[in-house]
């Protein structure tokens, strides 16, 4: 039952992520992150496929090993989210989602901006 549960869930994520790659504003990286996560518990050939993937594996590699997020993803997730942010405070919604939902995207760019870079792991592997 669980195998089929983190089967659904990585095949949810996957779905996503390749809307991702066609319009603009979805991510793709943090939805290839949760596939991954979700096959490993249930889906091993998923899994090995989305590591060795060219494009999505590094990716992956780089959050598993290092918790290491490209700044390039950090500056699409900041001008995306502030985006959303204008849209639902320019929206009829109401007040609290108004207060609410910024509040939560803010909490995570802080989050995300907190994480390593590529860059520097690499410096650091230098030294």
């Known amino acids: 039952m669980m195998k089929w549960l ?4 990585a095949l949810i994520a996957l779905i996503l992520g390749f809307i991702g790659v066609i319009v603009p504003g979805m991510p793709t990286t943090v939805f290839m992150l949760m ?22 594996g590094p990716p992956i590699h780089h959050w598993r090993d290092h918790g290491a997020v490209p700044r ?17 405070c320019a929206s009829p919604s109401a007040l609290w989602v108004k207060w609410c939902i910024p509040s939560f995207m803010t909490l ?20």
């Open 35 to 56: 596939a991954a996560g979700a096959a490993s518990r249930g889906w091993p050939a998923l899994h090995d496929w989305l590591l060795r993937h060219p494009r999505f």
């Open 72 to 88: 390039k993803a950090k500056w699409l997730a900041l001008a995306t989210m502030l985006l959303s942010m204008w849209m639902i």
């Open 6 to 9: 983190w089967r659904s869930l």
């Open 108 to 127: 995570i760019l802080i989050w995300l901006w907190t994480r390593p870079e590529i860059k520097s792991i690499a410096t650091e592997h230098h030294h």
